[in-house]
């Protein structure tokens, strides 16, 4: 099966050596997205606004790769504070809320900037 990668255009890609998206067949992996946009943490202390940030690149790169949001199957995400998991979640149900894939939260003690918030990874099968 042939591979592609796509970019989101991070400086990290090519330190870390990985790729925003991979498609393989009708299989799609996304890797952790975080609030990032032009350089900054979009949304600093609001964990609704980073989720849908997260979301919208999520969409951007699955449209890219020749699928939607009806085509995920899981997503996973990691929260630094799971106290505020309704403001994650409130996000989260907006965009899958009638596609209802797998899905987890999963506290951690921290991401890569302390205004990170959230990271969230999606795997997707287009039909």
């Known amino acids: 099966m042939k591979r592609k990668n796509f970019s989101g255009g991070a400086v990290w890609e090519d330190i ?5 998206a991979v498609r393989i067949g009708n299989i799609i992996e996304i890797s952790g997205t975080t609030a990032v946009v032009d350089n ?4 600093v202390n609001d964990p609704y606004i980073q989720t849908k940030t997260i979301l919208e690149k999520i969409k951007k790169v699955l ?3 020749g699928a939607s949001l009806a085509d995920v199957i ?7 504070d799971i106290s505020k ?13 009638k596609i209802k894939p797998a899905t987890s939260m999963i506290e951690v ?3 890569i900037d ?4 959230i990271e969230i990874e999606v795997s997707a099968v287009v039909g």
Request: net charge positive; hydrophobic share 35%; aromatic share 16%.
């Open 85 to 97: 998991w309704q403001q994650y979640a409130k996000a989260h149900q907006e965009y899958f809320g």
């Open 109 to 111: 003690k921290s991401l």
């Open 40 to 43: 900054k943490v979009a949304g």
């Open 16 to 20: 870390v050596g990985y790729s925003r």
């Open 63 to 65: 449209e890219e790769a």
């Open 74 to 80: 899981r997503t996973r995400m990691f929260v630094t």
């Open 114 to 117: 302390p205004d990170m918030m």
